[in-house]
């Protein structure tokens, strides 16, 4: 399909998002933000919500709508290491690295790696984002936290990744994406229910005894979502 976009969006206007049928890119107010296009991985989480819409339809609440999120942060994160030729240990895991003007407190919009230390500024405030189930923040704004809880499935993603090492996008990448395209992921799929779905995607295609089957199981264990 066409990959259509729209960029300098308005004026300074702070922000980026898939519209549903493309990408909308802000220029920024210069004060918070610069411009969204500056972050590979800003445009590659934009273009992810077509795809995720395509392929699951995942509903934009809840936890399903941060299922939604954690996708487009996901493959947000693995077309930039694709692109540098990073391997899992040496990328930055960050979420739109570079986009936020001079003085502001902070290196990104989000972490996989460590979820809730991307900023902590006077008047963006802190990173809200959760990394383990302990954490989970129950809120009627931001369609019920979807940019906030990301942060668990973002982590157990980023913990796959690290156990096995080398090239994420080569293993884990595979997992998540069988899963996205594999039609068991429901319109209000549940954390829980996508955990079985990545198990049961690891094992399809590295084999129930594999590295990588366990190493899903133990990611979703860690950040306390049970199977
Ligand atoms: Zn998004």
Redesign the pocket.
Known sequence: MPLDATVHYGERYDN???DGTRMVFGDGDGEIFGRFTASLTVIS??L??GFTQYSTNLQYQGQSGAL??SL??VFGVLVEQRELGQEAADASWLVGEGIFADGVQGSALRSLRAPGTAYDDDVLGKDPQPATMTDFVETESDNGG??INSGIPNHAFYLVASRLGGRAWERVGHIWFDTATGGAVPAECTFAQFAQATAAAARARFGPDSEEAAAVTSAWETVGVDR
């Open positions: 980026a998002f898939w989480h934009e992810t919500h939604n999120e487009s942060d979807v940019h």
